[in-house]
């Protein structure tokens, strides 16, 4: 089920007996209930939401480079992998395990185009 793309309104939290609002599923504590400084804070953060909502790119297919081949994107995929699978400066399992699964798709899509590359050619590699 999709999350709702808009904030919840100003409404009081009874356990804790203070103002929050819920933004992109995250709840933000916005003091006492009612306070000046609360109602200034929600609407600090819905108006910092609606701006970043203005910026966002709209939703929908992304159309890959004709000319960007498997391995090109392989190669992009990789860089990421080795800067986000990383733990105390190490890199962790999960890179040797990204590394093993390329292995296949380089062998059967390596020279084809990113673009071509469908279900049914995912089916094939796994």
Same mark, same amino acid.
């Given at each position: 089920?999709?999350?709702?793309?808009?904030?919840?309104?100003?409404? !009081?939290? %009874?356990? +804790? %007996?203070?103002?929050?609002?819920?933004?992109? /599923?995250?709840?933000?504590? !916005?003091?006492?209930? /009612?306070? #000046?400084?609360?109602? $200034?804070? &929600?609407?600090?953060?819905?108006?910092?939401?609606?701006?970043?909502?203005?910026?966002?790119?709209?939703? /929908?297919? @992304?159309?890959?480079?004709?000319?960007?081949?498997? =391995? =090109?994107?392989?190669?992009?995929?990789?860089?990421? @992998? $080795?800067? &986000?699978?990383? %733990?105390? /400066?190490? #890199?962790?399992? =999960?890179?040797?395990?990204?590394?093993?699964?390329? +292995?296949?798709?380089?062998?059967?899509?390596? *020279?084809?185009?990113?673009? =071509?590359?469908?279900?049914?050619?995912?089916? +094939?590699? *796994?």
């Amino acid at each position: 089920m999709p999350r709702n793309n808009r904030p919840t309104s100003y409404h !009081l939290h %009874k356990a +804790r %007996k203070c103002a929050v609002v819920t933004i992109d /599923g995250r709840g933000y504590y !916005l003091g006492p209930f /009612g306070s #000046p400084e609360s109602q $200034e804070r &929600y609407a600090r953060l819905i108006a910092q939401w609606r701006a970043d909502q203005r910026h966002q790119r709209p939703s /929908g297919p @992304v159309r890959p480079d004709p000319s960007l081949s498997i =391995e =090109e994107l392989m190669l992009a995929y990789w860089a990421h @992998v $080795e800067q &986000y699978y990383v %733990k105390d /400066g190490r #890199p962790t399992s =999960e890179q040797d395990n990204i590394r093993q699964a390329l +292995r296949f798709l380089r062998c059967l899509y390596g *020279r084809s185009s990113a673009a =071509e590359f469908g279900p049914l050619a995912l089916q +094939r590699v *796994r």
